[in-house]
């Protein structure tokens, strides 16, 4: 396009710019795309907070519109010049709150436009919602490519919603395996932890402690493994990382089951890769993902995954092989699942070696990178507006 700065602008817009999987995802893109063949602008319709510090170039600029709740369009005529001023060449919007800002997008005349589905809303953790589905469906005309982080998410719009599969593209979340890797040799230590191989085994989770990731059920789950078991009690250990609602609540499970000095809910952590090496066992109990950062970082770590059978968990995991796959919200198979890996120490290190070799092979940041880069130089092409290969 004669006369525009030739490396294109993207447009990532989301609901907050905080601390969250889909967050991390984007932050992993911008910081990989080639910085010579792509510009981004970061527009969150509420908050941007510290995590803007993750992204590694003072070049991308990140912008809180301060939306009230209620309808987003409310805040087309900003959006609509906000993108006027900007012209990004394209908008790529995450989930049903950003999708509500296509509109204004097309109004704007952005050529291209991409939403991704990167989860489950938390108040339709099964996708049936038709007031979701019709939501969707209302605003697909304005969106050339949906992306779908799993093959779950691809079947939720294509069946459910009913867009046309030759417009959703699956893309999988791809993990930083620099970043996240095992440790020498064994589990090292974990700053500020009480509890530490070899005296102790460690299965941990880490992630913001809201309803939807349902870390009271891991703790519900710990408390029946040393109720079966009596003897894991003398190593066995529980780390619950993240903040929010959940974290009191787990808390108190583990206080009125007498258990809780076996187990460190420390908050918060920035130490995110440091805490994986220190564990054993990585679990995520939600009651709905899309395709989890979380897991692949620690399958990225070598560690075995225990999961609950929702959303892309079991297209991450492979039960028996990678990890274990239990049903949703249920204590009793979380227990049975995590007696297993504890009772089997050298079959659990398998299955985390195995997770390890899967990231290498489908997972790869890299593989994501170039899957996105493909698909933004696809439709930029289209619109008249080439882009170099990635490298």
């Not at 990989?32 to 070049?59: G, N, Y």
């Not at 436009?113 to 979701?132: A, C, F, Q």
Request: proline content about 8%; some cysteine; overall charge positive.
């Amino acid at each position: 396009m004669p006369g525009r700065n030739p490396r294109p602008l993207i447009a990532h817009i989301l609901h907050r710019f905080d601390t969250g999987g889909l967050e991390n995802g984007v932050v992993n893109l911008i910081n990989h795309l080639p910085a010579a063949a792509f510009r981004h602008v970061v527009i969150a319709l509420t908050e941007v907070t510290d995590f803007r510090q993750r992204l590694r170039s003072p070049e991308v600029e990140c912008i809180a519109l301060h939306k009230p709740p209620g309808q987003g369009a409310r805040i087309y005529p900003q959006v609509w010049r906000l993108l006027r001023r900007l012209q990004p060449a394209i908008v790529h919007s995450r989930n049903l709150a950003a999708l509500e800002m296509q509109p204004a997008a097309w109004a704007a005349r952005v050529p291209v436009r991409i939403h991704g589905e990167h989860g489950r809303d938390i108040e339709d953790l099964d996708g049936s919602s038709l007031r979701h589905q019709r939501i969707r469906r209302l605003y697909a005309p304005f969106v050339q490519r949906h992306v779908a982080l799993s093959q779950d998410l691809a079947g939720y719009l294509t069946d459910r919603v009913g867009i046309a599969p030759g417009r959703v593209r699956q893309i999988y979340n791809g993990v930083d395996a620099q970043r996240f890797h095992p440790s020498g040799d064994g589990p090292d230590p974990i700053p500020g932890c009480p509890f530490a191989a070899p005296a102790h085994w460690l299965v941990g989770s880490v992630g913001r402690m809201q309803t939807v990731k349902h870390q009271t059920l891991l703790a519900r789950a710990f408390v029946l493994a040393l109720q079966q078991q009596p003897a894991l009690r003398a190593r066995l250990r529980l780390v619950l990382v993240g903040d929010g609602p959940l974290r009191a609540q787990a808390q108190a499970v583990l206080a009125d089951a007498g258990v809780a000095d076996l187990a460190w809910l420390p908050g918060e952590r920035v130490d995110v890769p440091a805490i994986m090496r220190g564990l054993h066992a990585f679990a995520l109990p939600s009651l709905a993902e899309g395709v989890s950062n979380t897991i692949l970082e620690a399958m990225a770590t070598g560690l075995p995954v225990l999961a609950t059978d929702v959303g892309g968990n079991a297209e991450l995991v492979q039960h028996g092989h990678t990890g274990l796959v239990v049903p949703s919200d249920d204590a009793p198979a979380m227990a049975q699942a995590l007696c297993q890996l504890a009772q089997q120490p050298q079959r659990s290190a398998g299955m985390g070696a195995a997770g390890r070799s899967a990231v290498d092979a489908r997972f790869s940041l890299q593989a994501m990178v170039a899957a996105y880069h493909a698909l933004y130089a696809e439709h930029l092409q289209r619109a008249g507006w080439p882009v170099g290969r990635p490298g």
